[in-house]
């Protein structure tokens, strides 16, 4: 299956991963940001506490940095974006 997908022209040159990155649009990113980001929204946003936990040094359980990396996504996705279409400019 994977020697397929790498014949048919799979790449995962960094100019094909932001091309990629590009064709997302951006409120697409926003509302990613603001739904899988921020969510759950109580008591505190849980990239919020991922952050705290990570400043304070403990951000250690498998589970915990699962979760800095889900709910960070969005947010790194938009950064990328918005700097590549800002030097395209």
């Keep these: 299956m994977w020697a397929r997908l790498f014949e048919s022209g799979f790449d995962l040159r960094p100019t094909t991963m932001i091309s ?16 899988l980001g921020l969510a759950p929204f109580s008591p505190e946003p849980h990239i919020w506490e991922k952050l705290k936990m990570l400043a304070a040094g403990n951000l250690t359980r498998p589970m915990d940095i ?6 960070g996504a969005p947010f790194l996705l938009l950064a990328i974006r918005l700097i590549v279409s800002g030097f395209q400019k």
């Design 20 to 35: 990629l990155i590009q064709s997302i649009p951006i409120p697409i990113l926003v509302v990613l940001c603001l739904t």
């Design 66 to 71: 699962f979760d800095f990396l889900l709910h």
